[in-house]
């Protein structure tokens, strides 16, 4: 395989040996193995990582030049001990998440992460519920039924009717304050939820 990089002046050099590096996450607070493959095409290193998709969160990334630090480009996943902050850090997240709980469900394993949390999703999908959980037949999930607050259920239940109750064929009225009113209800879930499950917001593409 050939990689391709331009320098400052827009230059560009060919490699025929690039350099991945494969990381695996294992735990809460994740103990990272780093490993280095060398000298093959992309998909046949993300064949090792989905080798092992059964036993660990893993994610992929391109060695970029030979000076340190080291440039990652990062071509599945992402690095699992950092806080998501963007859209594409769920987005990345998500990817890690759902390959892995995919595969406890394939075994008859339960369907949580390593660390023991179950992942709940929060998404509008014209449902009685905006929360699903993968993977199980708590799809979509009641808020009630999780354990959360009445007050956060009817919160949860009111926002959803408005998505639910405007036409999909017109924009979502006041759609800017009902996003932030989403978000200020994730961050209530998470914390109800805190210890039991990690939350993902979805209804948010930024």
Do not use: K
């Amino acid at each position: 395989m050939r990689a391709e990089e331009a320098n400052a002046q827009g230059v560009v050099t060919t490699h025929d040996d690039p350099r991945f590096r494969l990381y695996t996450f294992a735990s809460a607070e994740p103990a990272v193995t780093a490993t280095d493959i060398w000298d093959c095409a992309v998909d046949a290193a993300l064949e090792t990582g989905h080798r092992g998709d059964e036993s660990w969160l893993w994610s992929l990334a391109l060695v970029c030049g030979d000076e340190e630090p080291e440039t990652l480009t990062w071509l599945s996943g992402y690095d699992y001990r950092e806080p998501p902050r963007s859209p594409r850090q769920w987005a990345a997240r998500r990817v890690m998440q759902d390959r892995y709980l995919s595969a406890q469900a394939r075994t008859g394993r339960p369907v949580v992460l390593p660390d023991g949390l179950r992942v709940i999703r929060m998404f509008l999908g014209w449902a009685q519920s905006p929360l699903w959980e993968s993977f199980t037949e708590n799809y979509p999930a009641s808020p009630a039924a999780l354990g959360l607050s009445p007050a956060l259920v009817g919160d949860l239940d009111s926002w959803n009717a408005r998505w639910n109750d405007h036409d999909p064929e017109e924009p979502m009225p006041d759609h800017a304050a009902f996003l932030d009113e989403g978000r200020r209800l994730h961050r209530r879930v998470q914390a109800e939820l805190d210890g039991i499950a990690e939350v993902r917001p979805e209804f948010d593409r930024g």
